[in-house]
C-alpha cells in the first residue's frame, strides 16, 4: 500500500504539529513552501496538507478541513512581517513574498482599511529589497530570522519588544506585524493555515489520530522543539521558545470566528464545515 504523503512547511511555527511524527509506518512528508503545498493538494500529489487559510477559504468547494488543527495567533505573530522604511500610511511600493498567499491577502486588506494604495510587486528576497521599494513583507522562517537579526539583545519582557530600528544605510526602519494589526482592528486571533483534504477524500482515522499525538508532544516538549529550530536558523533559543508558545494549534471557537471573520472582509464564503474524526 503507497504511504499516504503529508504536506509540509518547512516553517519553525508549524514544527509543533510534526517534530515528533517519525515517516514510515504509511506515512511519509512532502516538504515545500505554502503556495506550492496548496498546488499539490488540489493536484493530488500530497493527500493532507498544510495549506493557508485564504487558500482554503478560495477553494473551499474542493477541500476540506480538520476539525481541530490550526496555525494560528492571537496578537503578534513575529514572522508575518513587513519591514518598511516610510510610514505605514505613506506607503507607496511594496514588495510581496511569493511564499504565502494568506498574508499577501491580509496585508492587502489592511492597507485598503487605512486608505493605502501602494504598487505591489512580488518578489523574493530580504532587506536588500529596500533599496527599491518602501516595504518588503516577509513571512515564516526568513521573517523571525531577519527580524531576530535587527534585535541588539533579547527583551527579557513581551511588553518591549521594540517595532523600530535602525535599518540598510541608517534609515529608519519599521516592523509591522500583521497578526497585530489584525487583532487591534478585530480582537480575535488570525488563523494562517488548517490541515486540509480534498473534500472528497476523507483522511484515515489513523493518520490523524498520530498528528494529534505528535501536537500533544510537542506541545509538551516546547523547549525540545525551540532548541531544535533555534540551531536550525540561527536565532537565539530564549526568542525561538517565546515565538512557538504564542501560537494556537486547535482551531478552537475564536479561532473559527477569526477564519469566519477574515472570509467576510476579503469577500469569500465561509463553509465551516469539516471532518468528524
Request: no cysteine; glycine share 8%.
Amino acid at each position: 500500500m503507497p504511504d499516504y504523503v503529508l504536506g509540509v512547511p518547512r516553517y519553525a511555527n508549524t514544527a509543533p504539529l510534526y517534530h515528533f511524527l517519525e515517516q514510515g509506518d504509511g506515512i511519509a512528508f512532502r516538504y515545500g513552501v505554502p503556495t506550492e503545498l496548496n498546488r499539490w493538494l488540489l493536484e493530488g500529489s500530497v493527500d493532507l496538507s498544510l495549506v493557508s487559510s485564504y487558500f482554503y477559504l478560495a477553494n473551499a468547494d474542493k477541500l476540506r478541513p480538520l476539525p481541530d488543527f490550526s496555525v494560528a495567533d492571537l496578537g503578534p505573530v513575529y514572522s508575518v512581517n513587513l519591514f518598511h522604511t516610510r510610514p505605514w500610511r505613506e506607503l507607496r511600493s511594496v514588495a510581496l513574498t511569493t511564499e504565502s498567499a494568506t498574508s499577501v491577502r491580509l496585508l492587502r486588506y489592511l492597507l485598503e482599511a487605512d486608505g493605502v494604495e501602494p504598487e505591489y510587486t512580488g518578489e523574493q528576497g530580504g532587506l536588500e529589497l529596500l533599496e527599491r521599494y518602501d516595504g518588503v513583507l516577509l513571512i515564516g522562517d526568513r521573517a523571525i530570522a531577519t527580524y531576530a537579526g535587527l534585535l541588539e539583545r533579547i527583551p527579557e519582557s513581551v511588553h518591549h519588544i521594540p517595532r523600530e530600528f535602525t535599518g540598510p544605510q541608517g534609515a529608519r526602519l519599521w516592523v509591522s506585524d500583521l497578526s497585530m494589526q489584525w487583532y487591534e482592528r478585530t480582537r480575535l486571533p488570525f488563523v494562517f493555515a488548517v490541515w486540509a483534504t480534498r473534500r472528497d477524500e476523507p483522511p484515515p482515522p489513523e493518520v490523524v489520530r498520530r498528528l494529534r499525538a505528535a501536537r500533544s508532544l510537542g506541545l509538551g516538549n516546547l523547549a525540545a522543539v525551540a532548541g531544535t529550530e533555534a540551531e536550525r536558523l540561527g536565532v537565539p533559543e530564549r526568542l525561538m521558545q517565546h515565538y512557538l508558545w504564542n501560537f494556537r494549534y486547535h482551531l478552537e471557537a475564536p479561532d473559527r470566528l477569526g477564519l469566519q471573520t477574515f472570509a467576510r472582509a476579503v469577500g469569500l464564503p465561509y463553509p465551516g464545515d469539516y471532518w468528524d474524526v
